[in-house]
C-alpha cells in the first residue's frame, strides 16, 4: 500500500467515503504517481465549517452546521456545488471535492477544485424556511468566495430557488451584482442549457464512446437510477438520439419500467415542474411501482447511475452485468462502490467514471463564468455545441490517455492519470508551498 496514503488515512480513520475515493485513485495510477504531489492533493487548501441558524415558522431556533471545502487552486478559482442533504458531513465533502479537483481538470476550463453544502434538508420546509436558512448560510460563506476566487453552483438539494436566495444575501452583503454563483435562474444572470448540462453531457460522452465502437445510441434500451436534473435530462437526450428509456427509479417514488419507452417529456413536467415522484407517473400512466433498488434487475443495453455515490455495489454489479448490459456510465459522483469497480474492469463491459462522464455541469458552469464576465447572454445552440465539444474532447483525452499507457478501454485509468498529470503540472508551475 502508499505509504504517504496509509498515513494520511491513519489521521482520518472514519472517512470512509473519502478512503474510499482516495485509495481507488491511487491503486489505479500509483506507478505514476509522485509522492509531493499526492501529499498536495491529499490535502484541502482550506477547510471553513460553521453553525449556520435560523428560525422555522413556528419562531422555533433551529441550527445547522455549514461547509466549504476548498480543494485545489492549481488550475483555477474553486468550483464545485453546495449541498442541503441530511447526510452531509465533512467525509462526504472532502470525497466530492477531490473528485471535484479531478473532474475540472479534465474540461480543460480554469477552474480548481472545491466542493460545501450543510446538513439541513429543504424537503418539506416552506419557502420562507428555506429563504431563512440561505441567508444565515450566506452571512458566513461570503466570506470565502468571489468570481475570482470560489464560485459555488448547485447540487443534491440546492436549485435555482436556493441558489437565488443565496445569490441576493450575497449581493446585500456586498454590495456587488458578480457571477460568484452558477446555476442561477435566466434572469439573474443563468446560462440557457445548464440545467440539462449533466445529463446532456453524459449522454454525449457515451456517444462518443459508441463512435469508437462504430455504433450509436439508436434502439438502445437504457436504464438510469435517479429521476432528478441528470437523470431526467440524461433520459431525454438519449431518447431525443433514438434510445428507449426503459426504466427510472427515485428514493421516494420506487422504479417504475415500460419496455415500450417511458414518456420523458411528461415525465419531467410532474418531477421538475410540478414537484411530484413517480408514483405520481406511475398512477397517470398506469404502471406498477417497484421497489427503488428493483432498477439493477431491469435490462438494459446502457445503464446510467445518476442518482448519488455508492448506489450500485458489486450486487447490483453482478446482476446487470447478467442481463446483458455493455456500458455503464456515470452520472453521478462515484455511484459505484470499489469492489464494484474492481470488477468491473475485469469484465466484458465499458465503464466510464463519474469523473469524466458528468462533467458536463461544470462545463456548462464555466460557460455561464464566461457569459457573466463578458455581460453577455449566450444562446441555448451555443451553449448545447459547446458542450458537446467538450464532453468529446474529455472521451479523446481519457481514450487516448488509456491507450498511451497500454490499458485500451480502461477510462479509470484514463480519467485519473490525464487529470493527475494536468493538476500536477499545474502545482509544479507555481510551487509546492
Known amino acids: 500500500m502508499n505509504i ?179 446555476g442561477k435562474d435566466l434572469t439573474i444572470g443563468g446560462a440557457k442549457g445548464r440545467a440539462q448540462a449533466t445529463g446532456y453531457g453524459l449522454i454525449y460522452i457515451v456517444e462518443a464512446l459508441l463512435e469508437t465502437l462504430n455504433d450509436d445510441l439508436k434502439d438502445k434500451k437504457v436504464v438510469i437510477s435517479g429521476a432528478g436534473k441528470v437523470g431526467l435530462y440524461a433520459a431525454l437526450k438519449a431518447a431525443q438520439m433514438g434510445a428507449t428509456v426503459v426504466a427510472m427509479n427515485d428514493f421516494s417514488g420506487g422504479t417504475v419500467v415500460n419496455q415500450n419507452g417511458l414518456d420523458i417529456e411528461r415525465m419531467i413536467e410532474i418531477k421538475l415542474e410540478k414537484r411530484g415522484s413517480l408514483k405520481d407517473y406511475a398512477t397517470e400512466f398506469n404502471l406498477d411501482i417497484y421497489p427503488t433498488e428493483f432498477i439493477w434487475d431491469v435490462a438494459g443495453d446502457i445503464v446510467l447511475p445518476c442518482a448519488t455515490q455508492n448506489e450500485m455495489d458489486l450486487v ?17 459522483n462515484k455511484p459505484l462502490t470499489n469492489d464494484a469497480v474492481q470488477y468491473i474492469l475485469n469484465q466484458d463491459i465499458y465503464y466510464l467514471p463519474g469523473k469524466a462522464a458528468n462533467a458536463g455541469g461544470v462545463a456548462v458552469s464555466g460557460i455561464e463564468m464566461m457569459q457573466n464576465a463578458q455581460m453577455d447572454v449566450f444562446e441555448f445552440e451555443d451553449v448545447d455545441t459547446r458542450l458537446q465539444a467538450i464532453m468529446n474532447n474529455i472521451f479523446k483525452t481519457i481514450h487516448e490517455k488509456a491507450m498511451a499507457v497500454d490499458k485500451p478501454y480502461n477510462y479509470v485509468v484514463g480519467a485519473n492519470l490525464a487529470s493527475y498529470e494536468r493538476v500536477k503540472k499545474a502545482i509544479d508551475l507555481q510551487g509546492a508551498v
Not at 475540472?104 to 480548481?112: F, H, S, V
Not at 466570506?143 to 440546492?158: N, Q, S, Y
Not at 454489479?317 to 442481463?323: D, E, F, H, R
Open 316 to 332: 447490483a454489479l453482478k446482476k446487470i452485468i447478467q442481463n446483458g448490459t455493455k456500458i455503464i456510465a456515470e452520472g453521478a
Open 4 to 182: 504517504v496514503l496509509k498515513k494520511f488515512h491513519e489521521k482520518y480513520p472514519n472517512e470512509t467515503q473519502f478512503i474510499n475515493t482516495t485509495q481507488e485513485f491511487v491503486d489505479s495510477i500509483e506507478t505514476y504517481l509522485d509522492e509531493s504531489t499526492l501529499k498536495m492533493l491529499l490535502h484541502a487548501e482550506r477547510i471553513i465549517t460553521f453553525r449556520v441558524p435560523w428560525y422555522d415558522d413556528q419562531h422555533i431556533l433551529q441550527v445547522n452546521t455549514g461547509y466549504r471545502v476548498q480543494h485545489s487552486s492549481a488550475l483555477g478559482p474553486y468550483k464545485g456545488g453546495l449541498r442541503f442533504h441530511p447526510s452531509v458531513d465533512l467525509d462526504v465533502l472532502k470525497f466530492l471535492a477531490f473528485e471535484q479537483t479531478l473532474k475540472n481538470a479534465l474540461t480543460n476550463l480554469p477552474l480548481g477544485g472545491a466542493k460545501g453544502g450543510s446538513d439541513f434538508d429543504p424537503k418539506g420546509k416552506s419557502d420562507q424556511e428555506v429563504m431563512r436558512f440561505c441567508q444565515s448560510f450566506m452571512n458566513e460563506l461570503y466570506r470565502h468566495i468571489g468570481k475570482t476566487l470560489d464560485i459555488p453552483a448547485g447540487d443534491i438539494g440546492v436549485g435555482n430557488r436556493e441558489i437565488g436566495y443565496m445569490y441576493g444575501q450575497y449581493k446585500r452583503l456586498t454590495g456587488s451584482y458578480e457571477g460568484v454563483f452558477t
